[in-house]
């Protein structure tokens, strides 16, 4: 059974200040881990996944099989960076994605 | 390029009625997939359909179904509604179906809001 975990429902920050969402995760094989992000009265969009190694909008998650982890990370917290992130995982040939349940993201002026 | 488009935005019914949802891929994305996303339930995986078949199915009851025509759009079917079924219905498509690929990215729809009284 493949399994997500984000620890933090809430999570709030300053302005510039940095943050880290975390994400745990639970698969037997090599999965591929995304973040996903839904900002007020939008869609849920893709953010960011693991197999790309790149930096959106200031974001970055570097997967750690050992500690089976993928934790969101950006140095400078923006206000427009408020919005709740998902973390989810695809595992076989199932093509399920599992999401966590969810990190509500303020960043305080 | 249009996204993928879901209908209706709202449905309201009443307990035991059945609600029908529709989605509409991007144009070339043969897989769609229906989660539901309940108040404090967070996205819960229904279905997964590609070419037409249903390939993978989530923890819900069988009255729980739908099909994929061959335009690759699809529908949702919620027989006997119990009043727990209200909640937000995501359709997801991707270009990729059966084999597993990085490049297997889902892009949502805004969701059916499903209300039963």
């Known amino acids: 059974a493949q399994r997500v975990t984000q620890p933090e429902k809430l999570l709030s920050v300053f302005k510039g200040a940095p943050v880290e969402l975390k994400c745990n995760y639970s698969?037997?094989?090599?999965?591929?881990l995304f973040w996903y992000v839904q900002y007020s009265r939008q869609r849920l969009q893709l953010l960011l996944r693991?197999?790309s190694r790149e930096s959106i909008k200031g974001f970055t998650a570097d997967l750690n099989k050992g500690e089976t982890s993928f934790h969101l990370k950006k140095p400078f917290a923006q206000e427009e960076d408020s919005a709740m992130y998902y973390c989810?995982?695809?595992?076989?040939?199932?093509?399920?994605?599992?999401f966590g349940s969810g990190t509500q993201l303020t960043v305080l002026p | 390029e249009a996204g993928v488009t879901q209908s209706p935005t709202h449905l309201i019914k009443t307990r035991g009625q059945q609600a029908t949802l529709r989605c509409s891929p991007i144009?070339?994305?043969?897989?769609v997939y229906w989660y539901q996303q309940a108040l404090g339930l967070g996205l819960q995986f229904l279905l997964w359909?590609?070419?037409?078949?249903?390939?993978n199915r989530g923890n819900f009851p069988p009255r729980f179904s739908g099909r994929q025509f061959p335009n690759y759009s699809s529908e949702l079917n919620v027989n006997a509604l119990e009043l727990e079924d209200s909640a937000l219905y995501l359709c997801?498509?991707?270009?990729?179906?059966?084999?597993?690929?990085?490049?297997?990215?889902?892009?949502f729809g805004a969701g059916s809001r499903l209300t039963v009284l």
């Open positions: 997801a498509s991707s270009p990729i179906g059966r084999a597993p690929s990085g490049a297997n990215v889902l892009t």
């Open positions: 359909y590609d070419e037409g078949e249903e390939r």
């Open positions: 693991h197999i």
């Open positions: 144009s070339g994305h043969t897989s």
């Open positions: 698969y037997s094989g090599s999965p591929e």
């Open positions: 989810a995982l695809i595992g076989g040939s199932a093509r399920q994605l599992t």
